[in-house]
């Protein structure tokens, strides 16, 4: 067979773009979105190492080097905000991340049509409420005499303080987030099941298979590939635990045990004005997610699983 030669190459590319034109018409306003929100703002990352004036701006205010970074790992707000982060991301991974894919495999099973539809409905219903509305039903739910505690003390026990007791405070935080966000991550779930084929159940059910070896032999298999991705993804994201989630949710008296970064840069960068070091907070965060992403997608890759790239 011939190679192509240059002019075909080039002849067949506009062809390709001649016939698509209006597919990559579509295209400019996201690749525009994300130069200008993205990639543009990049700039700012000087910032993380300038003592930052807003009156000089970001590229007339003077150069510090890394004192912003030691002003960060020296200080013990910051190493608490990084440790709460870790563990309250840590608890939502190891608990939020199963839930989704568990109840998309429950979901797939149902055979009535309008029941499942139904069901997916309420279960996805809380994504759509902001963090303040979450945290008026999760207050009724959880305070003295709510419905919660009721319970408790009528199977004898005291009293719980959910949201201003520094032993409950995370549990409240990882169990909510798992009811808020649990139905809505089960649709990329419920999507890849849709995909996969038909005959492959028939098959197994003309030759004897119950609906669990199905669902153990056919459905989980069938959606590794995209648990896998969305693995990697939640990894790099470790160090996002919920900014609006936790500024709605925590108090002076769970401080020690709810301060996380996001938290953090807020109160530096915009309620002391302390914007390099805030930028540097968040750089640290950059770096850390693009090594969490590197790393995991290297080590899925040596075990055969889905990558990234």
């Known amino acids: 067979m011939k190679a192509r030669t240059g002019p075909q190459t080039s002849l067949s590319r506009r062809g390709v773009l001649r016939r698509y034109k209006y597919m ?4 400019i306003p996201g690749l ?10 990049m700039a700012g990352l000087a910032i993380a190492f300038e003592k930052f004036s807003v009156v000089k701006g970001v590229f007339h205010s003077p150069f510090v080097g890394f004192d912003n970074f030691q002003y960060l790992f020296s200080s013990l707000q ?14 939502k991974i190891l608990i939020g991340f199963p839930i ?8 797939n099973e149902v055979q009535g049509k309008f029941f499942r539809k139904s069901v997916q409905t309420i279960l996805y219903l809380p994504h759509f409420l902001s963090w ?13 005499y709510g419905p919660i505690n009721y319970l408790i003390r009528s199977l004898g026990g005291d009293t719980v303080f959910f949201l201003s007791d520094v032993n409950t405070f995370r549990g409240v935080v990882v169990l909510s987030d798992v009811w808020k966000e649990m139905g809505w991550n089960a649709i990329i779930y419920l999507a890849a099941l ?12 003309i030759d ?25 993804l939640r990894i790099g ?28 840069v807020f109160r530096i960068g915009i309620q002391e004005a302390k914007f390099g070091i805030s930028a540097a907070a968040g750089m640290f965060k950059s770096v850390i997610a693009f090594v969490l992403v590197l790393g995991t997608n290297k080590l899925m890759a040596r075990f055969d699983q889905e990558t990234l790239f």
């Open 208 to 232: 004897g298979a119950s609906r669990w070896q199905c669902l153990k032999k056919i459905s989980f298999p069938c959606i590794m590939p995209t648990i896998a991705i969305m693995f990697l």
């Open 78 to 91: 910051f190493r608490n905000a990084l440790k709460n982060t870790v563990i309250i991301s840590f608890y």
């Open 237 to 264: 994201g470790i160090l996002n635990a919920g900014f609006e989630q936790i500024l709605a949710l925590y108090n002076s008296s769970v401080f020690s045990v709810g301060d996380i970064i996001d938290t953090y």
């Open 24 to 27: 990559y018409l579509m295209l």
């Open 132 to 144: 303040i509305i979450m945290y008026g039903l999760i207050f009724n739910l959880v305070k003295e």
């Open 194 to 205: 849709a995909g996969v084929p038909q005959e492959l159940y028939e098959a197994a059910i």
């Open 32 to 41: 525009l979105y994300i130069i200008i929100f993205h990639y543009l703002p």
């Open 100 to 107: 989704p894919i568990l109840l998309a495999l429950m979901i």
